[in-house]
Structure formats: structure tokens, C-alpha cells
């Protein structure tokens, strides 16, 4: 540790020397939670940022307006792009030490965040700026780094699949009733791929999906890393699983990759290729919008015989503050407001994955209440949610990558376990 | 002694006599016209052949911009099936109680402001580099080289770093201080090259006459380097006007954001994407620029005043 | 990052072949001994002016560009998370590139992208300036047509168009079929993804195009009269007058084309929405350091990635400089 702050001072005396300006970025310590003093009279200025479609800023809109409301001394600037851009700032930020005082947080990050201190720990603030009472306790561990929550779920999203049962009954199969075995949703996606007759598939490419994957390990026993961060399963596990899809491909079970290809940034069962896609179950409205459908089913995923607790439910949205907030305390009434009150249930509906309130999933209609139902459906299977380790994202994107370049041909499943080893093996150390 | 203000037919192989101007007829007759005639026209089918290649991507553009966000991927067609201008209808919105017309008006001020900044110092900077002997001047224009060379985006979180400490953070600073610093280097190097191609004879005259640098650069050099001036005021507008890197970093309320940052909001990856208004916004954002270029590319064939050149 | 000794005065040493206004050579030749003084006088003045007119970009470069270069520098050495303190790692990121097989295949499809899109993109830009360049009457309207794929930016839109057209039967496959090629699908076959990015590049020709009609539009007109009263036919004033007059701006189109294909980013991010694929066919070297620095957080590594960039384009700029000598042409001479 004074190695590294010695380095660090080394290499700002050497910058000085070239320029004007010391260049020390990084890492925060402190500030919230120290001392608690809200002043109603004060006035406080609070950035607000998300991610998310010009939908989502209206919603938003609508929440900051009526906290300004309630709290007139409060003043909320808000800042929305999309997702890509709104990483590539958050971290520019961190790194040079001015991360907004309220953000929409994803799951992936929360680690990479809250290790490295940026997140302000938000237990203090439990049962004052912040009531936590109405959220299960498995699902708000979900923020917890180190001990300590950084984060907030606000919602929660299960991994389930897609339906389209418009597009059944024209091809004249039945939809597949969810959960079963491998066999029976291949046996399914067979059906739909005579009936298809080239145009239309039962699905797409599963085993390109690192959450396939973790499902059939979960399936199994067992996970896709340990609690030390490293990979859990072995060459072979990947292997087996990758033979699956070469299976599925050679017999023109699934949408050939060609096509997937041609139709992004759609997937394939957004522009109605397939009759059924895997995704995470708060996903329908793109999909919807993708497809033009105006409804979509949702049924449970297929297991290994004899498989329990392999799905969970994972954060799909969560709140949290700056570490260098100058006002920790309207920070966390401003996260409170957004998270746990009956008003954001109201307003963000499931937009944020069904929300981890009670009292806010109850008011949900509509393909939102059919999300809720379908997460009910599935509750025995539900088994304790994984935390996905630093650089988890990155990962992700990995698998999907390689799953595309096995479905074009140009890579062998060998190639594919290679690579990602090889990948893991950069990014988890 | 001739001031030639077209640069009218030159160079290419068809048998055009001369430097023939509209002014200056040849008055050898009408075979030599009626060739000029065909050799016109199959310059002009070749260029509308070319074109058509060129447009055909941007016009299959305009008209996706038509479809329904639903159709894009589902039918392969160019035409919508199901034309609509809820896209545009959609875009003209706003986003997020944010107008369109402010990331007009926010874009236009950046790229305005770009062109000025970048004009003046970059011309500045030029003929030091192309005119004035001194000592670091070579040492100089290598660093200004090398700074072309190092992509961008190790360089993003110290420049941040600086901003940040000087309290720039959601300011226009960030976006236009480079620019009114020459700090981009191919639009010094660009004028380099335009005001080394220029003959010295003039500036020499103008020194025996007792004018210092400062004169001979603003009432020789600059006429001269007009091209260059014009050209670089292309492309200073346009890549403000693209420009997405900078403004993400450094602009943080909504009312500030420039159009590049507002044409993504459509595109929400996790949750729906509207991919109708994202491609009916590219077409708004490229309105603007085709309009500043149709006019500025006005002033590119409009050549140089060459008087005197000869000496 | 000095690249040796390419200087401005170099390069206004340069017109090896054509005969020296005699202004200019009196300028340059020797000055008597006994002026000596006034001469030094005369070079501080010179100094002074130089200074003056360079403070603008002295400023941007000292203040602003040249303190994050020598930081990137630094980190090129450093494991670098963006979080904590870089880490100083000597030369650990560099001997990691020697491993690298997903850059060796980044570098091996940027090179091809350069070596083979750079030619023709700028062969497209002077082939249509000189067309452009030929009349006046009616080529504003082709000016404008040429240059508006390079107005469109970075933006999905041009994903969406360019997976129209290159997917099977479409425009382009339609298009190729006729003329009896089977190609199929483009996008979704590994082997064509690069020719179609480096088609996508040319497309977007118009800024070399619009460099060379500014130059063209600055040859003094004079010479081509001058040439043609020697008897010189079309070939040979475009041999002898259009390409010397031109050549600062081809070898000015010509770095910075090679710069800017080494360093080819926002269409294949836009293209691949950021992964690189399919099968890492748009992984282009600046396209991975991204990923590397922003997306796993291994910024140092990014940072020696720019820097073997810098040292490798460095060493290209530097022989294009070199080279200048023997056919670039500056000073306008009048022949």
C-alpha cells in the first residue's frame, strides 16, 4: 500500500515537472454516512443519472418532480444516455474523481464499484433516509460488497423464455409448456422446424448464452465461479455443453447464425424468426416492440432430470450513491424515493424488473402482471443468486461472441473453450 | 496581368485545349465544341452513375426512416410496408422534456464556435511551422505529428482529470478550448501543406517592402490558403457537428447535450429500442451539415486569386 | 514520440528537382561573412515571430495534450484498473502482447484494412476531385452527393443500412449475382466482413476528395496555360504540372489516411455494436484497446497497446517524410 501511494506521488511530481497540472485520479474514501446533518432549510443541488430510452427519462421526470415536490429545498439535476455511453462515462468519472451523487446501478458493476470504495455504504442510512423494511433480504444481499450494502435493487429479473404463440398458431404447434427436459424443447424446437418449413424456427443458438450455460451447471450442482472469483467448472463442462449446440446446429434445429447476423441489432426471435428465445423475463417490451406482437408468453426454462434451485432471481436495476457525495443524506432520501416508495412502484411499473416492493408489484397490470405471475410460477426453482466477480460484463460479452463464431463456422467448439479460458484467465486475474 | 478566378479544366484526359474558361471561348469552331459537347456528357452520365452508387445506401436511409420500428428486420424491403412519420413525429418530440431544436441549437453553437476556433489558430500555428525559421520549429512540428498518431482514448481520463480539477465539468470549455488552442493537428498539418505549396515570391516582395510576419500572413497568406481555409471549415463543422466522445465526457445536463448524444437515447439496449426514430433522428442530424456544406462548398470552386504569382 | 529530425525546414529544403525562384534562393543561399551580426539579429527577430505565432498551440499543446501523452506513457508501464493507483509493472504489458493472440489477429486484420483500403479510398478521392475538378457548371450538385456519406456520423442508422445491404440477396449480393457473382450473405460470412468494412471506408471518401479539389483549385492556372503554349498535350500537363503542384496535399491525404485507417474505430464499433465480431473480423486494433481499457478495466495495457501504435505509425510517418525529397514538390516553382 505506501509502495503504491510512493509510485503514486512519483508519478505526480513527474507530471508536475512536464506540466501544470498534478494528475492523481482515482479511488475515493469516505464522506458518506460520517456525520448526519439535513438541513430542510439548506439548499442542496443533487445529480441524478441513468441509463436508459427518452421512456425511461420521462419516468424519471416524473419521480424528480414529484420529489422537488415533497422536498422544496432539494433540487435535482438529472443526466440519462444510453447504456454503453453511460459505463464509459461513470468510469472516466471514477477514475478522475467525480461520480454523480445518485445513479441507476447495474448488477455487473456493482462489484467493480463498490470494491474499489466509489459506492457510499448505505446501511446507515437503514431505517432513517432509507426503509429497506419491505424488501426481501435475499434479494437487497444482492447489493452487498464486502459486508457492506453500496446498492439498492429497485427491481428483479429472472432468467425464463419467450413465447410467441401467434406465431405457433399460424405454423399449427403447440407451445412448449415450459420447464421439461432438454430432449422435450429440443423435441419442441424440431416440431417448429418442419412446420417452419426454412422461414421459421422453435429457436435460437442457447448454448451461445454464458446464462444457458450457468444453468445447466446450476442444474447440475454446480456454478460458473467460486467465492475466490475463480472459474468453477473445467474445460470439459464446457465442452459437453458446447456439444449440445453443435447437435442442435447440425440438425437445423435452430435459426442458422447467418440469419441471426443479418437482422441485428435485433435478435432472432425479435424480428420472428424463432418462436421461442431465452432472456431475462422483464425483456418483453423490447421484444414486443421488436416484433410488433402484442403479446408474448413466458414459460420456465428446461432442466436436467432431477435438477433443483437452478434459476434465481438476479437485481435487474439498482440505486446507489457516490462515495464523494457532498450530501449523503439527501442522497439516500432521493434513493429511498426512488427505490422503496409506493409512488416508483406506480410510475416505473416493471420498467426496472419487478419491483422488489410488495405493495408496488401488487399494482402491476397487464404483460406486467404476467411477469410477476411467471416469477411466482417458478419460485421452487429459485435458489440463492450468484455474485458475479469483476469484469463479469466483459465475460458475458465473451461467450456470446465466440457462441456467434461457432453458429458462422468459424471457430470449432475446441477453439471456443480455448479462447475462453484464455479470456477468463485475463480478466479474473 | 490576369486574374484568374476559375480553375476550370485542367488535368483530365479528356482533350479539353487548354485552361479554357467560360470567358475565353475557343475561337477555332464548332468541331472543337461539339467534341467539348461529348465529352461533357460522358463526364456527366459517368459522375450520375457514380452517384447513384454512392447515394444509394443514404437514400435507403430516408426511406427506412418511413417503416415502422417493428418492420426493421422483418421485411428486407427499402419501401416500408407500412409507411408512417410517427418516427419523426416521435423525434421532433424531444427527449426527456429536452426540445430537439435545443441539441440543434446546443450542436450548432459547438460547431460554429469549432470553425472559428480552429480557423484562426490552426492558420496561426501553419505559418509559423511553413514560414518562420526558428529553432524548436522542427522539434515542434514532430511533436505535432506525433500527436496524430496516438488514438485517443488512453489520453480520455487524464484530459478528464484536468477539466475536472479546473472545474469545467458540463461547460462547452472542454469541447471548444482545443480548438481555439490548434490542439488538432490535421488542421495544422493541412495548412502546412497548403502554405508550403504557395510560391514565396510575394511574401518576399512584401518583406523588401518592410512588412513583418504579421502582414504578410493576413493579407497574403490567408487569401491565399482560402481552399484550405474553406476546407477546413468543412470539416471543423462537421466533425463538431458528428462528435460524440467529448460531448459524453463532458457534458452532463440533458439542456447541454449536443444531437449525437441525444440520436442514441432511442436505442435503449435494455429495455426497447426504437430503431424507427433512431434512423429518422440521423436523417434530422444530417439535414443541418448537408445544408452548411451545400453552401460552403460554394466557395471551394471558387479558386484563388493568383495575381502577381508569376512575379 | 520525437520522430527523429522530419522538420518543417526539411521539407522546405526539399524541391530537389525544380529550378528556385531566385527570391527563394536568395533567402536561403549563404549570407556574406561580414553580416554575421545582422544576420543574428534578423533570426531573433525571426524567433520572436515564431514564438509569437505558435503560443496559441504551445499552449493547447503543453497545457492540454502533451501532460495526458506522457501520462499514457506512464501508464503504458503500469497495471492500471482505472480505480487505484496505477501500479508500476516495468515492461509486463508489452511482454503480454507478445502472448496476445486475440491482438495478433487484430493487428493482422488491421494491416489489411489499411494496406488495402488506403489506396483505394484515396485513388476514389483524386480519381473523382480530378473528374470533379474538370468543369465547374452542374459539379456541385456531384460534390455534395460525394461527400454526404461522410457527413452521416458514427450512428446506428449506418448499422442498420449496411446489414440491409450486404445480407444475402441483398443489394450488394443482388447486385453481384447479375453480373455472376455468388457471394451470398456478407455480414454473416467472416472472410467478407473485412472487405465489407473496408468497402464501408472508401464509401466514405469525401474529406481526401475534398482536400484535392482545394488543392487543385490552388494550382495557378498560369501554369497550365504556360504548359500548353510549350505544346504540352492533356497527359502531360497533368504529369508535369497537376501532380508536382499536388503533391503536398497526396502526401498530406496519405499520412493521414494511413493514421487514421491504423486507427479505424467508430464503424466497426457501430457495426459490430462494440464485440469486435463476427469471429473478431472487426476487432481492428483500436477497436480491442477499447475494449481492453474501458470495458476490463486494463487501461494500462490499453495504454502500451497506443503506444506500440505511436512507435509503428511513427516509423511509417517517418519514411513518408523521408521520402518526400524525392517527389514532393513545394514552393510552387513556375515552370
New interface residues.
Partial sequence: MFDIRKRRWIAAAAITAVGALALSGCSGGSGAGAEKTFDPNEKITLNLTWWGNDDRAAKYGEMVDAFEDKYPNITVDTSFMDYPAYWEKRKTEAAGGGLPDVMQFDWTYVSEFGQNGLLAPLDDFYGDEIDVSSIDENVLSAGEVDGKHVAIPVGTNSWALFQNDRLLGELGVDAYPGGGTWDDYNAYLAEVKKAGDGKVWGGTDYTGRIQFFELWLRQQGKSLFDEDNKPAFTKDDLAEFLNMGEKIRSEGLVVPQKKVEEVKPKSGFGSLLATSEASWDNFGAGYMADSGEKSLSLVAPPALPGAEKDLYLKPAMLIAIGAKTKHPEAAAMLTDFLTTTEKSGEVFGASRGIPVTKAASATLQGADADVVKYEESIAGRIGPAPVPPVGYGSLEQKFLDLGNSIGLGAISVDDFVDQFFNEMDVILN | MTTTTTGTGMAVPPPMTGPVTSQRRHPEGRRRVKRGTVVTAIWFVALTAMTLLVLYPLVWVLLASFKPSSEFGLSYGMLAENPTIDNYVKVLEGIGGVPLWRFLVNSLFVAVMSVIGITLSSSMAAYAFARIKFKASGLFFSLMIGTLLLPVHVVLIPQYIIYNKLGLIDTYVPLLLGKFLAAEAFFVFLMVQFIKGLPRDMDEAAKIDGAGHPRVFFSITLPLIKPALVTSSIFAFIWSWNDFLAPLLYLSSPTNYTLPMALRLYNDQSSVSDYGATVAVSMVALLPVLIFFLIFQRFLIQGVATQGLKG | ????????????KSPASAPR?V??A??AGEPAPDRNTQRKRL?RR??F??????L?????????????????L??AFTDY????????IGIDNFTRMLRD??LHQSIQITLTYVLVGTPIKLAAALG?A???????????F????????????????I???????F?????VDDGLSFLGIHLG?W????SLVLPMMIILGV?QFG?PM??F??????????L??AA?MDGA???R??VN??IP?LS??I??NLL?EI?HAF?I?GSAYIIS????????MTNFY?VY???R???????GY??AM??L??VV??VI?FILFKSQKSWVH?????R
Avoid: C, H
Fill in positions: 514520440m520525437v520522430i527523429g529530425s522530419i522538420t518543417s525546414r526539411d521539407v522546405a525562384p527570391s527563394d536568395r533567402r533570426s525571426e524567433a515571430a515564431g514564438y509569437g505565432f505558435l496559441p498551440w504551445m499552449l493547447g499543446f503543453f497545457g492540454l495534450t502533451a501532460i495526458p501523452m506522457v501520462y499514457s506512464y501508464l484498473n482505472l480505480f487505484t493507483a496505477p501500479e508500476w493472440q486475440t473523382v480530378l473528374l470533379l475538378n474538370f468543369r465547374d457548371k452542374g459539379s456541385g456531384f460534390r455534395s452527393a460525394f461527400y454526404a456519406p461522410s457527413l452521416i456520423g458514427a450512428s446506428v442508422a448499422a442498420i443500412v449496411w446489414r440491409a445491404l445480407r444475402e440477396s441483398g443489394a450473405s455480414i454473416a460470412n467472416p464509401w474529406a475534398v482536400i479539389l482545394a488543392g487543385l483549385k490552388q494550382v495557378p492556372t498560369e497550365y496555360e500548353s498535350g492533356t497527359w500537363r497533368f504540372v497537376t503542384m503536398p496535399v502526401f498530406f493521414l493514421v486507427q474505430f455494436n462494440g464485440t469486435g465480431g463476427p469471429a473478431g483500436t484497446l477499447y475494449k481499457g474501458f470495458s476490463d478495466l486494463q487501461m490499453a495504454a497506443a503506444w501504435l505511436v505509425v511513427g510517418a513545394y514552393g510552387g516553382d513556375n
